[in-house]
């Protein structure tokens, strides 16, 4: 039988101060796309042990924790669109769901609703390409610098500062036309 | 951290903390802490050397002050909350006293409306509200407008962590018209928020 290596505190504590700083981050960035608090833990999860398990990998002096976190998050949303698409996600889930006492489904459902403004500003961008709508999420909502969202999509600061200008321009043309939430509103007011 | 993010991170240490074997190289051992975390800790430091901790100490001899109310030259306020016990009351009268429309109210099961905020208010959002937090307390910055009819509020949780350290989390919110059921200053001596507007 393998024995279990003993972690090295130090990473362990260097890890959770990281995990204490940015959960909420990452939990938000679900919430915004997942109304199912069920998932939006699964998703949590899942993305919090990919990182456990790559943290060695991370390179501070290329970006913050928080874009490496939310690069994670990235990729495990397409992981599970993916699987959705393929009709294994269902499967998964039903055999592998994390389980969430009464008081867990009250804080996440809180959660979902408190991302409603988010999830209707990503929504009003639904014309705009998936990168120029990832753009405004990473560094309007998620609250990354242009450099670390651009570097998340593969794209050229000054890229990305294009296609914020253009992202945020229809935005406020739109909530000025109609402003439904707070955060449509703040566009409108800029 | 809630409920579930606290048990998340005892399941992640449990069952995967021995993937941790090292540290990853861009992480000096000296410097455990992130960079951000760093700066609230000066910040902190910063504001006992200015003598403005206003708080009363729960801990004897010298110890950190359970809480601090700030204004730095920039105006903004920012507030250290180190221990919620009897703390609350006597940030808000600071806070109102220094002209901050801002209520900090404790984020626990009778104050359920805290669910039924507007608006998240997070700090790294495109916000209307005038706050932004961190591990240890929060900060109003004035510059930014806050809408009228928007009472501005705090929540604040503390707990024991599994490892035995006091947590504390703060999240931000708005209320049209109304501050939430728990906000103490709604009941003795009226919002400490702007004045309220009829709503939009």
Redesign the interface.
């Known amino acids: 039988m393998k024995r279990k290596q003993a972690p090295d505190r130090t990473a362990l504590e260097a890890f959770e101060r990281i995990y204490r700083d940015h959960v909420t981050d990452v939990t938000r960035y679900f919430a915004r796309r997942c109304v199912d608090p069920h998932l939006v833990a699964d998703l949590t999860s899942d993305t919090f042990v990919r990182a456990i398990t790559s943290f060695a990998t991370f390179d501070a002096s290329k970006g913050s924790a928080k874009s490496w976190l939310i690069g994670i998050a990235r990729r495990s949303f397409a992981a599970h669109l993916e699987a959705a698409n393929r009709g294994s996600e269902l499967a998964r889930r039903a055999g592998g769901r994390r389980e969430l006492d009464g008081d867990q489904l009250d804080e996440l459902i809180q959660r979902i609703d408190a991302e409603r403004p988010g999830r209707a500003l990503l929504a009003g961008l639904a014309e705009l390409s998936d990168v120029d709508r990832e753009a405004v999420e990473l560094v309007d909502l998620s609250g990354l610098e242009p450099r670390e969202a651009a570097a998340l999509l593969g794209l050229r600061t000054g890229a990305m500062r294009t296609r914020l200008s253009r992202a945020r321009g229809r935005l406020r043309r739109a909530a000025k036309e109609n402003p439904v939430t707070p955060t449509q509103e703040a566009y409108a007011h800029e | ?5 606290d ?3 005892a ?3 449990e069952h ?12 000096p ?1 000296k410097e ?3 960079g ?2 760093i700066a609230v800790a000066a910040g902190v430091v910063a504001v006992a050397g200015a003598g403005v901790i206003v708080g009363p100490s729960f801990f004897g001899g010298s110890p950190p002050a359970a809480y601090a109310v700030e204004r730095a030259p920039d105006g903004t306020v920012t507030v250290t909350l180190r221990e919620m016990l009897g703390a609350l009351d006597p940030v808000n009268a600071k806070l109102r006293e220094m002209g901050v429309p801002v209520v900090v109210v404790p984020a626990r099961p009778d104050c359920r409306d ?2 039924q ?4 208010g ?7 509200i005038p706050v932004s937090v961190s ?1 240890d307390g929060f900060t109003y910055h004035p510059e930014i407008p806050t ?1 009228l009819g928007l009472f501005v509020v705090v929540g604040a949780a503390q707990y024991l962590g599994k490892d035995g350290r006091t ?1 504390t989390t703060f999240a931000t ?2 209320f049209r018209d109304r501050a939430p059921s728990c906000a103490p200053s709604t009941r003795d001596e009226g919002p400490a928020g702007p004045q309220v507007s009829t709503p939009r």
Do not use: N
């Open positions: 951290m809630s409920k579930f993010e048990t998340l991170w399941d992640l240490a995967h903390g021995a993937d941790l074997a090292h540290l990853p190289e861009s992480l051992r455990k802490r992130t951000r975390v805290m669910g905020r507007v608006h998240p997070p700090p790294d959002m495109i916000i209307t591990s809408p947590v919110g708005g």
